[in-house]
């Protein structure tokens, strides 16, 4: 199979299962308009993650990385009656984008985003007696992915709901030489995550629009 026929299956199930809108869609173009990279979760993916907000009852969910707000918009649909999205973001651009896209969606008054270098961020949220986050979806810059988990660790609580992204990253999360910081900070975090007995985690790999790659799913057993 190719990437090109991964990303027509893709298309066909966004089409068939109404996996877009008029919402996300303009989001994109937002994102596209402001010259933001084209790296946000695919269609399937964010109703996926919809989904799985929905599924565990998510009343409060912290996201780590922002960018356009796509991913942001898909969790907040999933949150239960009364629920909440922080987020966080390090480019004012991409803060800019995404609170606008917030506005377009009618989710302003759900999502809160927090502008600085995520790791300032959390700690902030950890001073203020923020969370137990009920969901924690981390996909920011990859080489820092292991202060991220230990930040989501401690603003969790049994039962929260941990998501890595971007841990497959075309097979190269396998290399044995020349990784890069990339790749190092994605093995960092699947050994971390690996042999903390407090998470139980599974690693789905995917193929789609957004190539080969894939992600962990944890759950918090206790603290």
């Known amino acids: 199979m ?13 089409d068939q299962l109404a996996l877009a809108d008029q919402t996300l869609d303009a989001a994109l173009a937002a994102s596209a308009a402001a ?12 109703r996926l993650l919809q989904l799985l907000a929905g599924i565990h ?4 969910i912290l996201e780590i990385g922002t960018l356009g707000g796509y991913s942001t918009i898909c969790l907040a649909r999933g949150l239960a009656q009364g629920g909440h999205v922080t987020t966080l973001e390090i480019d004012p651009k991409h803060a800019d984008v ?7 969606a009618g989710l302003t008054d759900v999502i809160e985003l927090r ?11 950890a001073d203020e007696g923020a969370g137990p ?8 810059d990859k080489p820092n992915n292991p202060g991220y988990f230990t930040w989501s660790l401690r603003l969790a609580r049994p039962g929260t709901v941990i998501i890595v992204d971007n841990v497959v990253r ?4 396998i290399e044995t030489s020349g990784r890069s910081d990339v790749v190092n900070g994605v093995r960092k975090v699947v050994e971390m995550i690996g042999g903390d007995p407090r998470v ?12 080969y790659d894939g992600f962990i799913l944890a759950t918090v057993n206790h603290l």
């Open 98 to 104: 995404a609170a606008a896209n917030f506005a377009r």
């Open 2 to 14: 190719t990437h090109q026929q991964w990303t027509a299956v893709d298309d066909y199930f966004t």
């Open 170 to 173: 075309n097979g190269s999360v």
């Open 35 to 46: 010259g933001l990279p084209a790296i946000q979760v695919s269609p399937p993916q964010g």
């Open 200 to 211: 139980t985690a599974t690693a789905i790999q995917t193929v789609g629009g957004k190539g």
């Open 115 to 125: 502008l600085g270098p995520a790791m300032d961020s959390l700690s902030a949220l």
């Open 133 to 140: 986050f009920d969901l924690i979806f981390i996909d920011a």
């Open 57 to 60: 009852g998510a009343r409060s």
